[in-house]
């Protein structure tokens, strides 16, 4: 235990998670001395979620998600800073206690934060979907760093949607997979811009922590799952387990995403299934395609990021 900080043996859960309330984890599984966590970094809508929740399902693992809202919520209507999938029941990782501990204890970079959830869940790993490089300055960057990497075509146009369609119709359509807008050059070149220096942002950090990085492409992913969570697997330094891929079938405890996996509306165009984000394709024009798959800058940082390409993934093929 004294490698376990800021929780007094007094606070510790007697019982922690029991072989009925999360599938994986041996019953009387108590806290480890040796805890691994995992940050996702990358950029809003980049699939942090999705490898989050998948994560999650892989041995004695628990993927937390955007943890940060435990504390931030206040700032954010939209966030409860609960777990999305219990919702208000008592959830058996993100109970009273422990929300009421994080919320009150000092914020400090040493790893409690990290500690705390993990002890809570039963987990040796916990894999954080935090993303952003602000929030892991925060409470500690995690042992091992998940870069993800979108298409930048797909991202720009997710990135867009959101900051240009009110959350009227036209977005509901967009998200069943409707392709029923398109971008004005200056709305475009926002986007661009936004994307680039968010990028060169999230890869100079990642870069220049001491951390373990690994990049994972969304696309390639989503494509060859089992192929790259294997090696995800191994990386971490745990089994694999090809349940971990049906990720809706696995009791899943997480902070924030805008909508609860077990609830999603069947006719959402991720339901039940890991498939690529090809809405872009019917968004840019074919100039505004080209002007991001030929723009140095855009290869430029995505050169940065070969080196840590996890297994024999192919960054980027831009077809
Ligand atoms: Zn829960």
Request: aromatic share 10%; with cysteine; hydrophobic share 35%.
């Amino acid at each position: 235990m004294s490698e376990i900080k800021k929780v007094k043996k007094s606070q510790q859960w007697p019982t922690l998670m029991t072989s009925t309330s999360l599938g994986h984890i041996p019953e009387g599984a108590g806290p480890k001395k040796e805890l691994t966590t995992v940050g996702i970094v990358g950029l809003d809508y980049c699939g942090s979620t999705l490898m989050n929740n998948i994560l999650s399902g892989l041995p004695s693992c628990i993927g937390a998600g955007e943890t940060h809202w435990i504390i931030d919520s206040k700032h954010n209507s939209n966030q409860r800073g609960r777990c999305t999938e219990c919702y208000t029941q008592d959830c058996p990782v993100f109970s009273n206690k422990l929300l009421e501990e994080l919320k009150t204890e000092q914020i400090t970079n040493d790893g409690s934060w990290w500690e705390n959830i993990g002890i809570a869940s039963g987990c040796e790993i916990v894999v954080s979907a935090d993303k952003r490089p602000r929030h892991y300055d925060r409470f500690g960057v995690p042992d091992k760093l998940l870069f993800m990497i979108k298409d930048p075509r797909a991202h720009i146009v997710s990135w867009a949607k959101r900051k240009f369609l009110q959350p009227d119709q036209n977005m509901k359509k967009y998200n069943q997979g409707a392709d029923n807008f398109s971008l004005t050059d200056e709305q475009f070149n926002e986007a661009f811009t936004t994307w680039l220096r968010d990028t060169r942002k999230h890869i100079s950090w990642s870069l220049n922590t001491s951390k373990e990085l690994a990049v994972v492409s969304l696309e390639y992913f989503v494509e060859n799952d089992e192929e790259v969570l294997k090696d995800i697997a191994k990386w971490i330094g745990i089994e694999f387990d090809d349940k971990a891929l049906e990720y809706w079938d696995n009791d899943l405890h997480y902070i924030g995403s805008n909508h609860s996996v077990k609830r999603l509306n069947k006719d959402r165009y991720f339901f039940k299934q890991v498939k690529r984000d090809r809405r872009w394709e019917n968004v840019l024009t074919p100039e505004q395609s080209e002007f991001i798959t030929s723009h140095e800058k855009v290869h430029y940082q995505l050169n940065r990021l070969k080196p840590f390409i996890l297994g024999s993934q192919v960054l980027m093929d831009f077809d």
